[in-house]
């Protein structure tokens, strides 16, 4: 399976500020993938990083709010933009192999104060 | 709304003995995949089941999946301390591959 490393891994936040959080693979892949987990919950999809064009939002996710990048078929971001507390989650990157099993990195968990 | 409803939410066991969660979906799926998440860090995949198996194993996990119920389990066998964790089961829809809707999950805890 793909490497995947993320950063920051952790971080405190304040209000009103915005965060990118990086997502290497160590191998090129076609889908990737930015997931949510807030506190206690399940993992709930926000987009799909399209490399090369625009990201595909889910419902309920805005490209405002979390703008995606994905220069190329290794790397992508994703800000969390003018932050609040209910952004606090661990948001986690995500690749689709061959076999179709997805894989994620560690999650970046963000608080915001 | 989420795919996946996971039965029960909190599993006690001790080491040893054989731990059994169920996932139960809505839509037609490509596959069901199984994770471990360990206190809030990223999710560890064990297991993908494809709609056209009916069991698989790996290692001690034993996955079965039922397309005319729409549900499968994942069972442990004997379980250890490091199998403390939550686990949570993922489906893709027949045309979204890897968009996948994650259940609840089920919260394990194996006791020495």
């Known amino acids: 399976s793909a490497v995947i490393s993320q950063k920051p891994s952790r971080d405190i936040c304040q209000r009103g500020t915005s965060l990118t959080i990086q997502c290497q693979v160590d191998s090129q892949v076609t889908m990737m993938f930015w997931y949510r987990q807030q506190p206690g919950q399940s993992l709930t999809l926000i987009a799909t990083a399209n490399q090369g064009s625009e990201a595909t939002y889910e419902s309920g996710f805005v490209i405002d709010k979390f703008p995606i990048s994905r220069p190329n078929l290794t790397f992508s971001t994703l800000t969390v933009s003018n932050m609040s507390p209910e952004d606090s989650s661990i948001y986690l990157c995500s690749v689709l192999a061959n076999t179709g099993e997805l894989f994620f990195g560690e999650g970046s968990r963000l608080t915001v104060l | 709304s989420q795919q996946g409803e996971e039965d029960p939410q909190a599993l006690s066991i001790q080491e040893g003995e054989n731990a059994t969660m169920n996932c139960s979906y809505k839509t037609s799926i490509n596959n069901l995949q199984w994770y471990r998440q360990n206190s809030g860090r990223g999710l560890v995949h064990l297991i993908l089941?494809?709609?056209?198996?009916r069991e698989k194993h790996s290692g001690r996990l034993r996955v079965t999946l039922d397309t005319s119920k729409k549900s499968s389990s994942l069972l442990i066998t004997a379980s250890r301390a490091a199998d403390t964790a939550s686990y949570f089961c993922a489906t893709d829809a027949t045309d979204s591959w890897g968009k996948l809707q994650f259940g609840a999950g089920t919260q394990v805890v194996v006791t020495p």
């Open positions: 089941i494809r709609s056209n198996e």
